[in-house]
């Protein structure tokens, strides 16, 4: 294998958001409000708990790797070929949150599932946001 066959690519979102970290945490870890904004689920923000997030177009599975409340969240994130991890990494702001999201992993030969997870995930921070904007 050479260097550029093991090279994996980051798809990565930042946002700064007009709420507490507290606020955007609840909707990153309670899987009523992940269902809202992302997949139905059965998430528990506890390190080594397995879950699945399930869409339309099928289901992945993962792992919570990582929980620091209100502050970092990580979790594997597998399915159709796709070994990857999710990390969150929410930071106080003067104007509320800068929020960040990293799936890394994304190998040479899936193109099509990082240019799909690139489009997703502007997807899905768009209805995080909108479900923040009620959720009050």
């Known amino acids: 294998m050479t260097d550029t066959e093991a090279e994996t690519r980051t798809v990565t979102v930042e946002r ?54 209100n502050r970092t969240l990580a979790y594997s994130w597998g399915g159709m070929g796709l070994e990857s991890v999710v990390t969150w990494t929410l930071t106080p702001s003067g104007t509320g949150t800068h929020l960040r999201m990293e799936q890394a992993g994304f190998r ?5 599932a990082y240019h799909g997870a690139k489009f997703g995930w502007a997807k899905f921070f768009a209805n995080l946001e909108q479900l923040l904007a009620r959720e009050d």
């Open 16 to 69: 700064e958001i007009a709420y507490p970290p507290e606020k955007i945490w609840r909707a990153l870890t309670q899987p009523h409000l992940l269902a809202e904004w992302l997949m139905k689920n059965d998430f528990m923000p506890v390190v080594g708990h397995r879950f699945d997030f399930n869409g339309d177009w099928g289901s992945v599975g993962c792992e919570v790797l990582e929980v620091e409340p």
């Open 108 to 112: 040479a030969d899936q193109q099509q």
